[in-house]
Nanobody, 114 residues
Framework: VQLQASGGGLVQAGGSLTLSCAAS????????MGWHRQDPGKQRVLVATIGSGGSPNYADSVKGRFTISRDAAKNAVYLQMNSLKPEDTAVYYC?????????WGQGTQVTVSS
């Protein structure tokens, strides 16, 4: 299983970014997929997940600003991030669980300037 994330970058506060993650090496439409983020020196924390049926779950800190979606045909998951804040700055990782094992993408840096 491989996860390839893209779409990070530098944006001003209040701006938007969309992260994409393409999964390969398996069939993922039956698996939940999600995004976590990590600041240097801190633990990786959940941002959003989406179930196989499309039901989303969000961290309180991003509710109302971020939207997670998936394209089962493309084995892809997306994270639309609006109204970005400096505290959203982190490396964002996509993830999925297959056969009881959690897989991570390589991470994509999101930097929000004030």
């Amino acid at each position: 299983v491989q996860l390839q994330a893209s779409g990070g970058g530098l944006v001003q506060a209040g701006g938007s970014l969309t992260l994409s993650c393409a999964a390969s090496g398996g069939i993922f439409r039956f698996n939940a997929m999600g995004w976590h983020r990590q600041d240097p020196g801190k633990q990786r924390v959940l941002v959003a997940t989406i179930g196989s049926g499309g039901s989303p779950n969000y961290a309180d800190s991003v509710k109302g600003r971020f939207t997670i979606s998936r394209d089962a045909a493309k084995n892809a998951v997306y994270l639309q991030m609006n109204s970005l804040k400096p505290e959203d700055t982190a490396v964002y990782y996509c993830t999925t669980v297959v056969a009881g094992r959690q897989y991570w993408g390589q991470g994509t840096q999101v930097t929000v300037s004030s």
